[in-house]
């Protein structure tokens, strides 16, 4: 009897623990006092002779986690895809009537953004299929804020591979990046320094800014840089392979993980 009711607690336990069966919870109310002190011993000693179990538990919940945040950011990147793929303010490199788009959001002050963009350009350089889209994601303070302000600015005077060029530029540069610095690599690329000022303080800009921080907080981006490929998110800088794994799935089967 008793090894038979432990059967029950353990399994009772568990699922509590899932936060996945409220049928089992409900089932504890007809237990009586001396019977839920009882059952709540055992569970105890159970637990404490056997704590691998409350790893097994938390792994299975952070992966249940996960699976709900990738559906949650698949179906999110399906509500905004136009806007993500479209948006007129965005950068577009590479092939712009390329099979597959790439979307990287990123800010000018992340080191790790720094890193990715040798990864981007390559990228770029082997498959002239790859469209790709870059999108201010400033959340590194008013540094990050202005000098985006300024890129986007940048943007009504160049285009194609000269606007890349500049995107590489500034983020190429060595420390704080702010609107002084991107508009010092402004001028060095033959900018309207005066076109500039007064675009950088249009709504535009800030309507810009504005629809991808919305962008980000709907895609539950929490950092940068974040990638885009398909319907799947993919947060940090992971390095060129998994991207290009992922680039090759998604024109294989139209999906990120074709498994």
Do not use: W
């Not at 404490?48 to 952070?62: A, F, H, R």
């Amino acid at each position: 009897m008793r090894l038979s009711l432990l059967k029950t607690c353990r399994a009772a336990a568990l699922l509590g623990v899932l936060a996945v069966a409220p049928a089992a919870m409900a089932q504890t109310a007809v237990f009586n006092e001396q019977q839920k002190q009882a059952i709540g011993e055992i569970v105890k000693d159970y637990l404490l002779k056997n704590p691998e179990v409350l790893t097994e538990v938390i792994g299975e919940l952070e992966k249940r986690q996960a699976q709900a945040q990738q559906a949650a950011q698949a179906s999110a990147v399906q509500e905004t895809k136009q806007t993500l793929l479209n948006a007129p303010h965005s950068y577009v490199a590479g092939n712009p009537s390329g099979d597959i788009t790439l979307v990287e959001f990123f800010d000018y002050n992340c080191g790790y953004c720094k890193k990715a963009l040798a990864d981007v350009q390559t990228l770029m350089k082997s498959d002239p299929k790859l469209r790709v889209v870059l999108k201010d994601f400033p959340v590194l303070g008013p540094d990050s804020v202005e000098a985006s302000r300024v890129a986007l600015a940048v943007k009504n005077q160049l285009q194609g591979q000269k606007l890349f060029d500049y995107h590489a530029k500034v983020m190429e540069t060595r420390g704080r990046v702010n609107g002084e610095r991107a508009m010092a690599v402004a001028k060095e690329m033959g900018v309207d320094m005066a076109k500039l000022q007064k675009d950088m303080e249009g709504a535009e800009i800030r309507n810009a800014l504005q629809e991808n921080m919305a962008l980000g907080d709907k895609l539950s981006l929490t950092g940068t840089p974040a990638f885009i490929i398909g319907e799947t998110v993919i947060p940090g800088a992971v390095g060129i392979e998994p991207l290009k794994q992922l680039i090759a799935n998604v024109r294989s089967c139209g999906k990120a993980d074709c498994g």
